[in-house]
């Protein structure tokens, strides 16, 4: 099994006048959603920066004797989301190494499109890596860039012109830290004012819970310094488009989070409603698919005025079943998490609401568990349109031949999951409920055109990556 680099990862970063540890664990704790496999921090003190990171929650590598001693003001942290690869304590972000000019560490969230034909490269003059992760290719790459005399704003603008794909960084040259985001803006990366200095983080819900206030958004291909008492914004000359990742408001990121403008919660809920509008049916009652599915339920209770029940109990202590690596597992993973509530279920009409289908291994199992305590009739509606493409940005779909809705009809998906009928949403549902153009979002894995060059797929037609490197390099 090869070990998956990058992907749906969180990042924070702080500079404060008091020390920044228990607070970039707390952060850290906020976005744990984002990341169960490893977690890690790097905090810089006395003109070295020391890190602490390693598999596990975050609450179980940010402990013990290490964690304790562990101090600075200025610091960056990562949770790490890897997919069946091993989780190689080795890969544990943030990284740090040491440069020309001072110790450097940098926290990634996103998926880099070339980082093998970069990797190749620079292995064919002659540099040697230590990991298959993107992170190191770009911290490799900024390291080469920083030397004495080198505006750090300058060599990070360097690196970007080298990447392809998403990534939000957040990035340590000794004391100064720096956040950055992709010019096409896929993940999410925000400012934030907190009490003793100033933060980024992935999702806005960390400054309401360190009590904090969001500033705003990092843009598209901006890059921010923050320092205790405020932030400096360098942002691109260049008008790329933004490719945000839909996926991100459907299933990744918290629904008390605000990202880009809108709420996760609101846009979630839209969708329910929309599916409700669009693809009514009589019924007893709507249930979630928990967690997942929750606030799109809602939505459906809402606008059909059928009553909204919990048809689940969750087991919360089992596992992810989606990074199983077989069928067979993850299917009984999905039957040791989740047992249905007879009373809900029972002699009546369900509508099941999730937010996604991708395998179709949750909804198959949980179709067979509603009908064994006796349900009627089960209707699946789902939030996000059919998966029918790769993500090379960041999210865990990775082939083809591994989505349901590839080669099937809507019809062939009902009948393999044996529901009396399956809707899903369009891409015009989800542009309404975002309140954004699908020309302003990544919707790659849905309608399989890109927003920047990945070999052998199709590019769509709009400014992409390779004009930002054109624009901002004159
Ligand atoms: P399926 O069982 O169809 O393969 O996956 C769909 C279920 O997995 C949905 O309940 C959805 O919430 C969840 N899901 C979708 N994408 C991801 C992902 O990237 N990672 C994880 N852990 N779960 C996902
Ligand atoms: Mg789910």
């Not at 228990?22 to 905090?43: D, F, N, Y």
């Not at 704003?153 to 985001?181: D, E, P, T």
């Not at 999210?395 to 591994?402: E, N």
Request: with cysteine; proline share 5%; aromatic share 6%.
């Amino acid at each position: 099994m090869v070990d998956m680099p990058g992907h749906y990862c969180g990042v924070v970063a702080m500079a404060l006048t008091s020390d920044a540890v228990p607070s970039l664990k707390r952060a850290l704790r906020v976005i744990q959603h984002r990341g169960q496999e490893g977690a890690g921090i790097a905090v810089y003190k006395d003109n070295k920066i020391q890190s602490l990171a390693n598999v596990g929650l975050v609450h179980e590598v940010l402990s013990g004797q290490r964690y304790n001693e562990i101090e600075g003001n200025y610091g960056i942290g990562h949770v790490r989301y890897s997919t069946t690869g091993r989780s190689v304590a080795q890969n544990s972000q943030p990284i740090v190494v040491t440069s020309a000019i001072g110790d450097v560490a940098v926290g990634h969230n996103g998926d880099l499109v070339n980082s093998e034909s970069t990797r190749e490269r620079l292995q064919n003059i002659g540099w040697a890596f230590l990991t298959t992760t993107d992170s190191e290719i770009i911290i490799r790459l900024l390291v080469n860039e920083l030397k004495e005399g080198v505006d750090p704003v300058k060599a990070i603008r360097n690196v970007m012109h080298q990447l392809n794909g998403a990534y939000s960084l957040v990035i340590m040259i000794k004391n100064r830290i720096f956040g950055v985001r992709d010019p096409l803006g896929f993940h999410p990366l925000s400012i934030g004012k907190l009490d003793k200095g100033y933060g980024l983080a992935s999702e806005s819900a960390v400054y309401d819970i360190l009590q904090g206030q969001f500033v705003r958004d990092v843009e598209p291909g901006e890059i921010v310094e923050i320092f205790p008492e405020g932030y400096t914004s360098y942002p691109t000359n260049s008008k790329v488009n933004s490719a945000h990742c839909m996926f991100e408001w459907i299933y990744f990121a918290r629904p008390d989070s605000v990202l880009d403008g809108r709420e996760v919660y609101d846009v979630r809920k839209k969708l329910g409603m929309i599916l409700a509008r669009e693809h009514p049916v009589k019924a007893d009652v709507v249930i979630p698919v928990p967690d997942s599915g929750r606030a799109h339920a809602i939505g459906y209770a809402a606008e059909s005025g059928i009553p909204y029940e919990e048809g689940f109990m969750k087991n919360r202590y089992v596992e992810r079943t989606f990074i199983l690596p077989e069928q067979s597992l993850r299917e009984e993973g999905v039957g040791l998490k989740l047992n249905p509530i007879k009373s809900t279920v029972a002699g009546k009409s369900i509508v099941v609401v999730d937010d996604s289908i991708v395998r179709g291994t949750t909804l198959r199992k949980i179709i067979n568990l509603l009908r064994k305590a006796g349900a009627k009739e089960v209707h699946v509606r789902i939030g996000c349109p059919p998966v029918i493409a790769p993500c090379y940005y960041g999210v865990d779909m990775r082939t083809r031949d591994q989505f349901i809705a590839t080669n099937r009809s809507i019809d062939e998906i009902a009948e393999y999951l044996t529901a009396d009928s399956v809707k899903y949403t369009t891409i015009r549902d989800v542009e309404e409920a975002i309140g954004m153009p699908a020309s302003k979002l990544c919707v790659a894995c849905l309608n399989g055109e890109y927003p920047t060059n990945v070999p052998g797929e199709k590019c769509r037609k709009q400014p992409t990556l390779d004009s930002f490197e054109e624009d901002s390099q004159q």
